[in-house]
């Protein structure tokens, strides 16, 4: 009964969507009050019916119903229930379930935290989203419907993947949805404005805390699945170019050069043609990259069970929203004027560098990623473009950014002059090339390449800390260094905790890269290993019962400078429902490095108490790629913190959006 | 899903327990239990003892799982720039299937047997085609994939640079009437921090 | 021309190329061996158990338009296939030559480690005997790949896999996964019957 009462509610909620994607639209355009006024409830029901849907599908789920098709596909009766729950969005169907629960609740937040955006635009941007999300509603219904029913219920299910087994998979892919669905807004945004014909600096300033919040959802959703393939694959790697894994990066490349280009069109009211496209390509590429997950284009580990007419309906879908919303900006672009003047060398034109910069590597991503089908497509074969080829392009487009991290907080609107930063920065970059040409020597090997990225990490470090004190001494008048920092906007601050975020990132890479260490050995039990300046004792292995599997534990003693650490214990687990055997690796976690241990398997296979071959890695600096990660994120909720963007809206500010707009 | 990528049936080296023979140290076949027994056997117990200290220093330093460190670097290198043709996109290095170990078998002969690192690449793709490369060689097919994004960066910045200017040229800066001065002044001192 | 057209005209092309991908298989990789020589080889052949190692090797068949079927006893899909490789055996004077891959190795049930290379030797062919008088024997012969090298050679990474070779010894098509009534009538026969000329 549960399994039909979600399905009724879906159907009912695409209803509800489709009155929402048109009435609100047509009414702004023929301004029908209450057509206008019908975008709010709709939306607040919309999120109530599809609430509904999956709590049913959650119940059946921890209910253990193998009534229903998808929960015999992916769960078993011996599965913890954390992991029954989170299995829900474990597979196609309720992935994309999940997909939807998050466009209603990102729909309703705009229908109840923007009371300051003028009614017929948030009628349009609501009637945007109720279209997106009936068309996702359409794909569920017509080919991927969760509550298909198995008859007779199977006896048991055939279990969650044990990869998925993990509570990466209870926060990444929320996280990353709500990252991907997040864009949809700035999405809704950037069409409504074109609808509308009214594209201004103000529409930038609505729609810029969405856009950030998205991007830090997405920033730590990529940062989470990086985290998890890391300690949960075995070997250490934290990033392989898979087609999936470009899916997710390319629309936060895009979204970062959005968020750069929005507060060129904030500040200054130009560039808005640049930016709305901008808005459209990041949410285009989020429905890109469900696109390559699902239809089975690209192979790729993290790819769903496919099905062509599945991918036909996406790529439909796709074809209708992009098409639509990139003729329309072609239609209203050429009316929207240009915005004020600045010259070739200032912070406009820096921004502008950045997103160039971001938008080639994005573009980049996206042909390394496709060209494998373009040349099957065009009857050159089959080709393979793997980690190889992005490690060699990708990184040397990023360095001119890094750099210009340092430069652009520097530069005046307007109007900047060369002469003048050469000046301000001289001695910040002589401090950074000297950290960054002999810091490489304390940790081992000098390599080229660690020196540069350190010289720019640095740089942004000394930079950032440079641009902070000179703009809190230039506006303390009279008051302590301390009161006149806390007067500093809350943006000001998430700016520079962002930037930071990319330094500790790219140090953190680059450190792991240039000297991590590795020891693949056969441990009798008692022998000891060492590497970087860790040892590591083997004491044997136990056997050891799991909810729904067998494990061998390994007892490992971590010792340096002659004390034991700690104990740590890598597993090989045989689960129930699998036949291959998993690895969970034993990882010590620290400010500067991680130390990480690994069961291989037992020499003799018929002796699992004997000698094992293990292997063991020092890796410095890891852990700064996602505390980098996280910083940025940081930085973007400080930004949406600041107070420009609260309910309470100065009059100075609406005068002030009003002088814009004249320009 | 990756484990261990050196396949440990084929190259691991069987030794015997170097404890095999100590192990009996100490556990005679005599089981009379007379003082006099004791005093006779007490350099061996001293021995024993003695041993038991010793202990902790013979635990010895694992060895390596390969024979060859040298060999196994140069294949973990060469394995990683080559794709696994039976997984969903996993490099060789990292795979565990059948087929991978068998590869990784194969590459490892050939290292031994003293083959570059260019002929070995030139042995897989001859079985499997270009397929089976990571990074794709550079034929006429892949030029725009090698200089693309090079192509795409200038392109980008020039355009940006030719847009920019004509932008400037197109754009006249309006100077303020002195009703819109005097308001922007207001508007100025009214928002100024330092006030 | 408005300018602003150029994002769609982009956009358009890209679905254009996906679309175009919904119809392709990117795991059906082509083999580079088209067209060049089969790969040299030794291996032993099937015999009767007992009899004195006999040996196989595509020199052999010089002058015959012949295929051949890599299989195994472990392998679902050869299961599959074998009834149509038996068919088109009885049917239509194809030679068909087997090459048994990793017998016992590929089979997950063996620790290889823990089998004499004699005693593999004499399962292989123990097993592949009795699979063939069980299910059929479509081939001329079988040659014993037992570690799979000659597999290596051929750019095999599945099983099954069917070639056809010509009489100057030049693989001429390869076939991955089971072959279907559909594959022999449509592709192979044509094929066979061309070279044959």
């Known amino acids: 009964m549960i399994p039909e009462i979600g399905h009724f509610a879906l159907i009912v909620a695409l209803g509800v969507a489709l009155v929402q994607g048109t009435l609100p639209l047509l009414g702004a355009h023929w301004r029908r009050a209450r057509w206008i006024a019908l975008a709010q409830p709709a939306a607040i029901a919309q999120a109530v019916l599809v609430s509904v849907a999956f709590a049913c599908l959650a119940t059946a789920f921890v209910e253990n119903d193998f009534t229903v098709l998808y929960v015999a596909e992916h769960s078993n009766s011996l599965l913890p229930l954390p992991y029954r729950l989170a299995a829900v969005w474990g597979g196609h169907e309720g992935s994309l379930l999940l997909w939807v629960v998050m466009l209603v609740m990102w729909t309703l937040a705009v229908a109840l935290f923007s009371k300051q955006l003028p009614e017929l635009m948030r009628a349009r941007v609501l009637g945007v989203l109720a279209l997106v999300t009936a068309g996702f509603l359409l794909f569920i219904l017509l080919t991927s419907n969760p509550f298909e029913r198995l008859l007779p219920g199977a006896a048991d299910g055939r279990d969650l993947n044990p990869l998925l087994q993990d509570p990466g998979l209870i926060f990444h892919p929320p996280m990353l949805y709500m990252g991907y669905v997040g864009f949809s807004v700035a999405y809704a945004f950037a069409v409504s404005a074109l609808l509308s014909g009214q594209l201004d600096a103000a529409w930038a300033r609505w729609s810029r805390p969405w856009t950030t919040a998205a991007w830090v959802f997405l920033t730590l959703g990529i940062a989470l699945g990086s985290w998890w393939a890391y300690y949960e694959l075995g070997w250490g790697g934290w990033w392989f170019w898979d087609p999936v894994e470009n899916a997710s990066f390319m629309p936060w490349l895009i979204g970062t050069a959005l968020l750069h280009s929005l507060a060129v069109t904030e500040k200054r009211g130009s560039f808005k043609n640049w930016t709305v496209l901008l808005a459209i390509a990041a949410f285009s590429l989020s429905l890109l990259g469900t696109f390559l997950v699902r239809s089975g284009v690209l192979t790729s580990v993290h790819a769903f069970a496919t099905d062509p007419k599945r991918g036909v309906f996406i790529l439909a879908f796709l074809v209708t929203v992009i098409g639509s919303s990139l003729a329309l900006f072609a239609w209203r672009a050429p009316k929207v004027g240009l915005g004020g003047r600045f010259s070739l060398f200032s912070r406009e034109t820096l921004l502008l560098t950045n997103n160039v910069l971001l938008v080639v590597a994005c573009g980049t991503v996206l042909l390394g990623t496709l060209y494998p089908l373009l040349v099957d497509a065009l009857g050159g074969g089959k080709l393979s473009v793997g980690p190889p080829y992005f490690d060699s392009v990708f990184a040397p487009l990023l360095m001119p950014a890094l750099f210009l991290i340092g430069v652009a907080p520097f530069a005046r609107w307007k109007e900047a002059s060369v002469g003048e930063l050469a000046r301000t920065l001289r001695w910040a970059f002589a401090a950074a090339a000297i950290f960054g040409l002999v810091a490489p020597f304390f940790s081992g090997q000098w390599k080229p390449l660690v020196a540069l990225s350190l010289l720019l990490a640095a740089w942004i470090v000394v930079a950032t800390a440079l641009n902070i004190v000179r703009r809190v001494q230039s506006t303390r008048a009279g008051r302590s260094f301390a009161a006149a920092a806390r007067r500093q906007p809350l943006g000001f601050y998430g700016m520079h905790a962002a930037h930071l975020g990319v330094a500790v990132f790219v140090v953190g890479v680059t450190m792991v890269n240039g000297y991590q260490a590795e020891k693949d050995v056969r441990m009798e039990i008692g022998d000891t290993v060492s590497v970087g300046g860790y040892t590591f004792r083997f004491n044997g292995v136990r056997a050891e019962q799991g909810p729904n599997y067998r494990a061998l534990v390994g007892d490992i003693d971590l010792i340096k400078d002659g004390r034991v650490l700690r104990k740590m214990n890598p597993e090989k687990r045989n689960y129930v429902s699998s036949a291959m055997p998993m690895t969970e690796a034993a990882i010590d976690t620290g400010f500067l490095r991680d130390v990480y241990v690994s069961l291989g398997e037992p020499i003799d296979k018929a002796r699992p108490q004997g000698a094992w071959a293990v292997r063991v890695y020092h890796k410095p600096f890891v852990d700064w790629i996602w505390g980098g990660c996280v910083l940025m994120a940081l930085g973007g909720l400080l930004a949406i913190s600041d107070r420009r963007y609260r309910a309470r809206a100065r009059a100075t500010a609406s005068v002030g959006a009003g002088l814009v707009q004249k320009a | ?195 | ?197």
């Not at chain 2, 050939?110 to 060689?137: C, Q, T």
Request: with cysteine.
């Open chain 3, 1 to 197: 021309m408005n300018r602003f057209l150029w994002p769609l005209i982009a956009f358009v092309g890209l679905a254009v190329l996906l679309a175009v991908g919904l119809r392709l298989n990117p795991r059906d990789v082509p083999s580079p061996l088209v067209g060049k020589p089969a790969p040299q080889f030794s291996l032993e052949k099937i015999a009767a158990p007992g009899a004195p190692a006999q040996m196989f090797s595509p020199q052999e068949m010089r002058g015959k338009v012949w295929l051949l079927n890599v299989w195994s006893t472990w392998c679902v899909s050869c299961r599959q296939e074998h009834p149509v490789l038996v068919d088109m055996a009885k049917r239509s004077a194809l030679t068909l030559v087997g090459l048994n891959y990793k017998e016992v190795r590929g089979d997950a049930a063996f620790d290889i480690d823990k089998i004499a290379p004699e005693r593999e030797r004499q399962l292989a062919l123990e097993r592949a005997t009795n699979w063939l008088r069980r299910h059929g024997d479509p081939y001329l012969l079988s040659a014993l790949d037992l570690d799979g090298r000659v597999g290596i050679d051929y750019g095999v990474y599945g099983v099954p896999e069917t070639y056809v070779i010509d009489k100057a010894g030049l693989i001429r098509m390869k076939h991955t996964g089971p072959v279907t009534p559909e594959i022999v009538s449509g592709k192979i026969l044509p094929l066979v019957a061309e070279l044959s000329k």
């Open chain 2, 1 to 195: 899903m990756k484990m261990f990528d050196k396949p440990f049936t084929t190259q691991m080296l069987r030794r015997k327990s170097p404890w095999g023979t100590q192990r009996r140290h100490g556990s005679g076949g005599e089981s009379r239990f007379s003082l006099r027994s004791l005093c006779a056997s007490a350099p061996l117990w001293l021995i024993f003892f003695f041993s038991l200290l010793a202990l902790p220093a013979l635990a010895k330093e694992a060895e390596p799982l390969a024979a060859d460190a040298v060999t196994e670097k140069r294949l973990v290198e060469i394995s990683s720039e080559l794709r696994c043709l039976v997984c969903q996109n996993e490099s060789l290095a990292a795979s565990n299937a059948e087929l991978a170990h068998d590869l990784r078998r194969e590459i490892r002969t050939l290292l031994k047997n003293g083959k570059s690192d260019s002929e070995i690449m030139a042995f897989m793709v001859e079985r499997y085609g270009d397929f089976v490369r990571y990074r794709p060689p550079l034929k006429a097919s892949t030029l725009v994939l090698w200089f693309g994004p090079l192509l795409l960066l200038i392109g980008g910045l020039s355009a940006l640079f030719l847009y920019l200017r004509r932008r400037n040229q197109a754009i006249s800066d309006a100077p303020l009437s002195a009703g819109e001065s005097s308001q922007a002044d207001r508007l100025l001192q009214a928002n100024d921090p330092r006030q």
